[in-house]
């Protein structure tokens, strides 16, 4: 050891060794004080009779001696570092091995004996004492009587002592029993401890592996019932709204004889205070019952449990505190020991369940169960909450991945690293990748275009210091490369240290919303240059003047900019004197007079004042309210001004190519010009008469007052513009016409474009509307003038051409287009003159009747149409025949919501519910020619209220259908194909269902026509294909010794038709890997005939990879036999229709028999579909048809049935599927 002064060159350790042999020391002393006081104590404790039991104290000392030398020696070191005396220390050393080597010795030599005398229990030594005091005791008892007997008369001097003695030992062993009772009663609760821990680590252990928490409620329930015997146990919960009890699926029984009493609970509910359960729901405290036999309220089915016979009864609750602890009632209020502490809890708890067990024997109430189950229910209670919260957590994760999965937008996670940890289907789906190929890969590296990293980056971090979410549109590469622009909302998400556990975003495709933006702002920019471009002046007012726009030129006329105009008023650049006239012109547009001019003057900014021509129209919405005006400008000064120097040039001669006349004021012709006189040879002698000067006299006064006036007539074919002055100086009027007709045919023809088919000449779907609108106004005028009569009626009927697609098809657009003219001149000799037929589409047509009495009118005329139609049209030298569907639709179908408004009301809310109204009415007929287009060629339907619930509910199936494949609710089944001659399974055939969440097994004539109609047939068909020949393939290797199976398999038309059949085809059988020529694909004939030449092609396609083809519902279509065998079929099946008509004897087989003979004929396969009696088979083996199917044989079954089919198939052949 080093000296002191060894250490001063490294305090640090000088220190150390003073803080250890110190702490040492310290440790040492203190185990020789905790020997000292154990030797006492044990000293007490077992009595100085035993040797070895005197000798603890002297091995203890001997003990506490050597940790005493041990602890002087660490101190003794310490001293030695500056006084090193070797001697000292080597000393002390040696004294402490001899003490170390002495107690060793003693404890070689006392311990086995002080062990084996250790074993002796508090309650051994005090029954030993007992039994001592007991015998003393008895020992002073019979000192009396051994004792010479002593007179009455003189006092015994023995018996005061005797009773003093007697009293003594009577108090000591009243004090041994007492401690005897409490050692008990500690036994007891360490015995009743050990079972309590044992149940409950047992059930804890089981409630864990639970999966659920209904579960965990049955294994808790059996394992207490078998655990206290009781015979039958079941859990109660509250309902949602906590009014009544509601049996759980947990129960438990250890005889099949309670199970009646079961079913019975099962149909039961319990309210407060009804029946054992109620009771302890309302008390929320334990309920024992002895006997239910004798206690009639005890239970609310006590005859069924009389039956049973059941008669003990317990139940206790699981309450949970309102810090949302479980707890349970420490005992019940019959029990002694209750306690208020417990009341209170139990008032401040809500139930979380109710246990109640019941036994076929009587039991009184055991206090020591009640504890002992009541404190196992109380951890049971906290093991039960945690699974329910697990259970609750496991839900809404679920719930939230779901979401997620399911969700259109996209969602991303990623690690402090940038590291891709999670993706949802939607994302991966836009971008072309799988979840592998992603997971862990370089999120800004693999998705992030190049440009773009660093900046995003930035974001990132920015996000992360901030701890704020970012909104950010960047563009995503897929695994083509091409670009998406992406709305990312992000956010960071920490632990609770503080570091950054993951970053997470959601994004939604917005590529195609920017595109449309560009497309509508390229729209807007177009729509302004082109505005900006027009000399014209154009603007956009509200009603009260208010302008919303201006073009260019318009500033540049008033020479102000857009930003002075917009928002001031129209009127401030119109003279007062105009103003008046100018808004009651505007005010006068209306849905009826939409377009109409106006000439206005105007005081321009330097105050010259100009002429403008204004050609002004009303703008409407979606909804028909006029929502703003356009105006459209020319300046006329100059015409004006001629108009005015032509009065200053009255007395010049008039020469000009255009008409003039002068007349005095009576009307009377004064002056024609030669181009007067030459279009207007009449005049003169007709005079004011003329419809040239028509209503001139009328407007004398206000020609003298504002000078001139310009206006329209017609005149024969030719319109005029005429211009009239008034001339004081000579007091006549003159007039200048301009031949406007080509204007004015310009505008017709716009105006008949706009409301009328240019192909038929028939009024278009606007004009139809108007007249329907029209008409629903004349009937409410007609409901509030006649209250008491009969309501005004009339129908729309809207027709469709059916298969106009196949003759424009077939012959061509322009063959079409005269089929569609023919057509429409048939209708039009069908109708009344007041009748209105309009054409709405390519082959759709309307007709408006009016003023009819009731619904046969409607339908006369539909079977009028439908008797017209049964001429054929001549067409390109070829005679067509055509048929229509039509819908009916009477006023009445329409809410008259405007029966009692007045009048004096007709406003543009009342043409806007007449225009929704015309709406509604076109809109039902559609609905009603939609089901006579089911309904088959050349039908009619009325309308009614079912149609448009129908509508909805097809609505509705065409959404859940298209959330049916998403959500994977279709079912494969599977209807055996059989020899009819064995009876042995030779295939299936493949059928669909569909297992509505709600609506339950939907068949498939409920939405098989709407998936072919919305084109989900294709991917619905391909998905059956796919799941048939994966099943089969597993049979195919499940049943080896059975012959080799077939699968047949339904093609729809529109799968047939899609150009990549074969590869899709191709791609399934090389995933099932199938066995060669056990696929058969069956086709009806309207699939075979539609296109023969393109079909008999992919026909000998299929052939060539050993697929075999069917013609299913054979005789029902139709096909050209001729041409039959030049396609590869290879089988025949006989429809259901012909087989059902087959009688016990034969009778009515002979179109079964020709379809068999012609199958033979052409060498194909003969299967018979739809079989549901016995009597069917034995004709159809006469008629040698091979092979049958229909539900005498078996019904369509899921798989598993299936399989069970032919399991027992081959058991009945002796061999063993694999």
């Known amino acids: 050891m080093l000296d002191g002064h060894s250490y001063l060159w490294k305090p640090g350790l000088f220190w150390l060794h003073i803080f250890s042999n110190s702490s040492i020391a310290l440790f040492y002393f203190s185990i020789t004080l905790v020997l000292l006081y154990f030797a006492y104590q044990r000293r007490n404790y077992l009595g100085l009779n035993d040797k070895a039991v005197r000798s603890y104290p002297g091995i203890f000392l001997m003990f506490g001696a050597f940790t005493t030398v041990s602890s002087t020696t660490h101190l003794l070191s310490i001293w030695a570092l500056w006084d090193s005396d070797d001697w000292l220390v080597l000393g002390i050393k040696v004294i402490t091995a001899a003490m170390a080597l002495f107690a060793a010795l003693l404890a070689v030599i006392f311990f086995p004996k002080v062990l084996g005398k250790s074993r002796f229990t508090r309650i051994d030594v005090a029954n030993q004492v007992l039994t001592e005091e007991n015998t003393n005791f008895d020992i002073v008892n019979l000192s009396d009587r051994i004792l010479p007997s002593v007179p009455t008369s003189q006092p015994n001097p ?38 309590e821990l044992s149940l409950l680590q047992s059930l804890t252990q089981l409630i864990n592996e639970a999966p659920d928490f209904q579960s965990a ?333 201006v073009n260019d030129a318009y500033c540049r006329y008033f020479n102000k900019t857009s930003e002075e105009l917009l928002g001031r008023s129209l009127f401030e650049v119109i003279p007062e004197e105009y103003r008046e006239k100018t808004q009651k012109h505007i005010t006068a547009l209306s849905l009826k007079n939409a377009v109409a001019t106006r000439d206005d003057q105007v005081v321009l900014q330097n105050g010259a004042i100009h002429w403008l021509q204004w050609t002004d129209q009303i703008i409407v919405n979606s909804e028909g309210e006029i929502v703003e005006y356009q105006s459209i400008g020319r300046d006329i000064t100059e015409r004006q001004r001629s108009v005015q120097e032509s009065a200053r040039l009255a007395s010049m001669p008039l020469l000009s190519p255009s008409p003039i006349v002068e007349t005095d004021l009576a009307g009377q012709v004064r002056y024609l010009n030669p181009e007067a006189m030459r279009l207007l040879p009449d005049l003169q002698s007709m005079g004011a008469e003329h419809p040239f000067l028509e209503g001139v006299l009328s407007m004398t006064a206000v020609l003298q007052r504002d000078g001139s006036i310009a206006r329209e007539v017609k005149i024969d074919d030719v319109y005029y513009e005429q211009v009239l002055h008034y001339i004081p100086e000579i007091e006549c009027l003159r007039i200048y016409a301009f031949d406007i007709s080509d204007r004015k045919l310009a505008e017709q023809q716009l105006i008949y474009n706009a409301f009328y088919d240019q192909l038929t000449g028939l009024p278009n779907r606007a004009l139809l509307m108007d007249r329907v609108r029209q008409t629903v106004q004349r009937t409410k005028q007609n409901s509030r003038s006649n209250v008491r009569s009969q309501p005004y009626l009339f129908a729309v009927l809207l027709l469709n051409l059916n298969r106009f697609k196949l003759v424009n098809d077939s012959f061509g657009s322009k063959i079409g287009d005269q089929l569609l003219q023919n057509f429409a001149v048939r209708l039009e000799t069908c109708l009344r003159p007041t009748d209105t037929l309009a054409r709405l589409g390519a082959d759709e047509f309307a007709i408006l009747l009016e003023g009819i009495q009731d619904v046969s009118d409607a339908t006369r005329l539909a079977d009028a149409i439908n008797q017209t139609l049964n001429l054929p049209f001549y ?5 067509v025949f055509m048929t229509v569907s039509i819908g009916i639709a009477l006023s009445t179908s329409i809410d008259d919501s405007d029966r009692t408004t007045v009048e004096t009301q007709e406003s543009v809310n009342s043409v806007r519910d007449s225009l929704l109204q015309a709406e509604d009415l076109l809109r039902h007929a559609d609905l009603a020619m939609a089901r006579a287009r089911s309904q088959g060629k050349a039908c009619y339907e009325v309308f009614d209220a079912g149609m448009y619930e129908l509508s909805i509910d097809r609505l509705q199936l065409e959404t859940d259908l298209r959330r049916a494949i998403e959500r994977k609710e279709f079912q494969v089944y599977y209807q055996p194909i059989v020899s009819l001659s064995t009876g042995k399974i030779i295939g299936f055939e493949a059928l669909l269902r569909w297992q509505h969440p709600q609506r339950g097994m939907v068949p498939p004539n409920q939405f098989i026509s709407t998936a072919e109609e919305t084109g989900l047939i294709t991917p619905i068909g391909w998905w059956t294909l796919r799941e048939a020949c994966l099943q089969l393939k597993e049979w195919q290797e499940q049943f080896p010794d059975t012959q080799p199976l077939t699968m047949n398999v339904n093609l729809s038309g529109k799968q047939f038709n899609q150009l990549d059949l074969l590869e899709q085809i191709d791609n399934i059988l090389q995933e099932a890997q199938l066995a060669v020529g056990s696929l058969k694909l069956e086709i009806t004939e309207s699939v075979v005939m539609e296109n023969p030449d393109w079909v008999k092609d992919v026909l000998l396609e299929l052939k060539k990879r050993n697929i075999h083809l069917c013609i299913d519902d054979f005789g029902t279509g139709y096909s050209s036999l001729s041409r039959l065998h030049h396609f590869p079929i290879s089988t025949l099946k006989i429809d259901r229709s012909f087989v059902s008509r087959i009688g016990a004897l034969g009778e009515n087989s002979e179109i079964v028999q020709a379809i068999v003979t012609l199958a033979q004929t052409l060498r194909m396969d003969v299967v018979a579909e739809g079989i549901e009696l016995s009597e069917q088979v034995s004709p159809l083996l006469a008629l040698q048809c091979e092979y049958g199917q229909g539900y005498f044989f078996s019904r369509p079954v899921a798989r598993e049935a299936a399989t069970q089919l032919l399991m027992a198939e081959a058991q009945q052949r002796g061999s063993n599927p694999t």
Not at 875 to 879: C, K
């Open 875 to 879: 067409l390109n030298e070829s005679e």
């Open 217 to 549: 409620l049955y294994v808790a329930l059996c394992k207490m019932c078998q655990v206290t015997n009781w015979d039958y146990g079941e859990v109660w919960l509250p309902n949602s709204e906590n009014t009544v009890l509601e049996c759980s699926p947990a129960w438990y029984t250890n005889t099949t004889t309670l199970e009646p009493f079961r079913q019975a609970s099962e149909k039961l509910t319990f309210a407060p205070s009804t029946g054992l359960p109620g009771w302890v729901w309302s008390s929320r405290q334990p309920q024992w019952i002895e006997d239910i036999s004798v206690q009639s309220d005890a239970y609310c089915i006590r005859p069924q449990a009389q039956v049973a016979g059941l008669k003990a009864g317990f139940g206790i609750p699981i309450l949970i505190s309102a810090s949302d602890r479980i707890s349970c009632a420490v005992s019940a209020p019959c029990c002694a020991t209750a306690t208020s502490e417990a009341s209170t809890s139990s008032q401040e708890s809500r139930v979380l369940a109710i246990l109640t067990f019941f036994m076929t024997q009587s039991r009184a109430e055991d206090k020591r169960y009640l504890e002992l189950v009541t404190a196992v229910a109380t951890q049971l209670g906290l093991v039960l909450e945690r699974k329910q919260l697990e259970e609750e957590l496991r839900q809404e994760r679920d719930f939230s991945k779901t979401l997620i999965e399911t969700s259109s937008a996209f969602f991303v996670a990623l690690d402090a690293g940038g590291q891709i940890i999670m993706m949802n289907e939607g994302f991966l789906n836009a971008v072309g990748y799988t979840l592998d190929e992603v997971l862990g890969a370089d999120y800004l590296l693999t998705f992030v275009p190049e440009a773009d990293r660093k900046s995003l980056t930035k974001i990132f971090r920015q996000s992360v210091r901030s701890q704020q979410p970012i909104l950010k549109e960047n563009y995503v590469l897929t695994k083509e490369r091409r670009k998406l622009l992406i709305e990312w909302r992000g956010k960071p998400i920490f632990k609770k240290s503080g570091e950054l556990d993951f970053f997470f975003a959601v994004g939604i495709d917005i590529t195609e919303r920017k595109q449309l933006e560009q497309e509508l702002r390229a729209n807007k920019e177009r729509y302004r240059a082109i505005v900006e471009e027009q000399t014209e002046l154009i603007c956009r007012f509200v009603s009260d003047g208010t302008l919303t726009f």
């Open 158 to 195: 023995i018996h005061p002592l005797n009773a003093e003695l007697e009293q003594r030992v009577n108090e000591q062993i009243a004090a041994l029993q007492r401690n005897n009772e409490l050692l008990k009663t500690e036994i007891d609760g360490q015995k009743r401890w050990s079972e």
